[in-house]
C-alpha cells in the first residue's frame, strides 16, 4: 500500500475544505475525525462511508477499523502524520479520518406514527450545543432530532465531535420553518411541549404520557413569543436555587429524561 | 475621575497575572470578567470583591454594577480598551471586571446537617465541566458542592464564567482526598450515591429520600472501582438508546434533579 506524504495534493486539499460549509454541500460530503466517531458510522452507517485515511502509525492502534472498513470494501488511504495534519483542522489529530455522505432523513420519516418522543431543535447555532443535545437525545431514547432551518450544520466538524457517534444511531432530520414544523408534529398526533423558562407549566408536572415533542430553543434568547403560542403547552424546567437559568443542554437533557422516566416511550 | 491608559502598568499587569493558578494562590485573589459575574459577586458577596476595572465605554453601560460598586465602597477604575484588554485573557473582554478574595467554604461547613443533597466532584479536570456543574447543582437545588483534590481550580477563569454567576449562590468548598470526603459525607448522616456508568441501581430506583450525597468522577475515566466500593450505592442514568454513556455534566444534572424532584430537599 503507498503512502500519501504530499500535504498539498489536491486530494488531501479536497478533504480539508469540508471543514466549510459551502464545501460540504458542493461536495454533499463530510468529515467524520477520530476513532470513536468512524467506529460508530462504521457500525451504523457503513454504506455512508466513501472512504477512510489513516496515519501509518494508527493502522496498528485502530485494526479493528481499518478491518471494518476493508470488510465493507471500502478504500483505506494510509498516509504520514503532515497529511493527517493537512486532512484536517483539530489541534490534536487522531490518526484516523472518514469522509462520508450525510445521514439526514425526510422530516416526515423523523415524524413517522409512534409513541414516545422526538426533538425539535429551533434555530439551535451553537455546535457544541447541538451536538449534545444529539447525545443526550439518543441517550434519552428520542425517536428523532429535527434541526430548523438556520440551525447550525449538523455536518460541522465540532457537531460530529460533540454528538460521540450520536449522529449515527437515530434518525435526524434538518430543515422547515419553526411554525411549520410545530404543525408537522401536531398534525401526525404529536404535542409539542416548548420548553422555556417563561412556561407555566413545571416539568413534574407537565403530561408526558402520550407521542410528544420537545421544542428547544436557541441558547440565547429561547423560543418567541409567537412559536410559543402555537406549542400545546410551555413547560419550565424549575430552578430551585438562585441560578437564573441552566444552559440549552442541560435543560433539554432534564426534559427528555423526564419523558423518558414518565412517558410511554 | 483618572483613566487608566498605561496597559504595561504594574497593577495591570498584577491582575493579568490571575489568570495564572499560582498567581491566585500567592495573591488570594481571582478575576471575575464581564458583567454577569460581577453582577452576582456584588450582589452575594459584595464583602469578596477588592475592586472593579471598567472601560469608559461599559460605564454607562452598566451603571447599575457601578453605583452597586461605589454604594459598598469600592474602588471603581476607569481603563481604555487596551488596558482592558490587557487585564483578561479573552477574546472579547466585555468592559467590566472586578478583583476578588475567594469564596470557598471549609468542607464541615458545606456538609452541616440538613435534609436534601450536596455534590462532590472527584478529581474533576475540564474547567467547563466543572463550572457548569456547579451551575446546575445550583439550579437543582444542591445544598452544597464539595471538589476534591487534584480538581480544576474553580477560580480558574473558564470556571468562573461556565458558573454564570453560582460562584456565588451556595456554598463550595474544596479540598480533601475522595475516601476522606465520602467518609465525612456518610459520619454526618449523608448517603453516598456514586453515579458510574457501573453501576447496578438504575436512577430510577434509587433511594433519593433521606440526606445524600452525588458524587461524580472524573470526566474520562469515571471513579474507581475501589472508591465506588466505599459509597453506599452505585447508581447509573439508565441509556436509553444506543448511546455510550452521557457526558459528566449531563449525567450529573439528570441525577441532581431526580434528587430535586424526589427527594425530601
Known amino acids: 500500500m503507498s503512502v500519501l506524504t504530499n500535504p498539498r495534493a489536491e486530494r488531501v486539499k479536497a478533504v480539508r475544505a469540508l471543514g466549510r460549509r459551502s464545501a460540504r454541500q458542493r461536495a454533499g460530503r463530510f468529515v467524520v475525525d477520530g476513532p470513536q466517531g468512524v467506529r460508530e458510522v462504521l457500525r451504523f452507517a457503513a454504506h455512508t462511508v466513501v472512504e477512510l485515511y489513516a496515519e501509518t502509525a494508527a ?35 487522531q490518526g484516523i479520518v472518514a469522509v462520508c455522505r450525510p445521514v439526514d432523513v425526510p422530516v416526515t420519516d423523523a415524524l413517522a406514527p409512534g409513541d414516545g418522543f422526538v426533538v425539535v431543535l429551533a434555530h439551535v447555532r451553537d455546535p457544541g450545543n447541538a451536538g449534545t443535545v444529539i447525545r443526550a437525545a439518543d441517550a434519552a431514547g428520542a425517536r428523532a432530532v429535527i434541526l430548523s432551518d438556520e440551525s447550525v450544520d449538523i455536518y460541522n466538524p465540532k457537531v460530529v465531535r460533540s454528538t460521540a457517534g450520536s449522529l449515527w444511531h437515530l434518525p435526524i432530520a434538518l430543515g422547515g420553518d419553526v411554525p411549520g414544523l410545530i404543525a408537522a408534529c401536531q398534525s401526525r398526533g404529536r404535542r409539542v411541549l416548548a420548553a422555556d423558562g417563561a412556561g407555566t407549566t413545571l416539568l413534574p408536572d407537565a403530561d408526558l404520557s402520550g407521542a410528544h415533542a420537545w421544542l428547544m430553543g436557541n441558547e440565547a434568547w429561547g423560543l418567541d413569543e409567537q412559536i ?13 436555587g438562585r441560578a437564573e437559568s441552566l444552559n440549552l443542554a442541560l435543560a433539554a437533557t432534564v426534559c427528555m429524561y423526564a419523558s423518558a422516566d414518565r412517558g410511554t416511550s
Open 59 to 93: 493502522l496498528g492502534r485502530h485494526r479493528d477499523l481499518i478491518e471494518a472498513a476493508r470488510g465493507a470494501d471500502l478504500p483505506v488511504h494510509q498516509c504520514d502524520p503532515a497529511v493527517m495534519a493537512a486532512l484536517v483542522d483539530t489541534q490534536h489529530p
Open 228 to 240: 410559543r403560542a402555537l406549542a400545546d403547552d410551555v413547560v419550565r424546567v424549575p430552578i430551585h
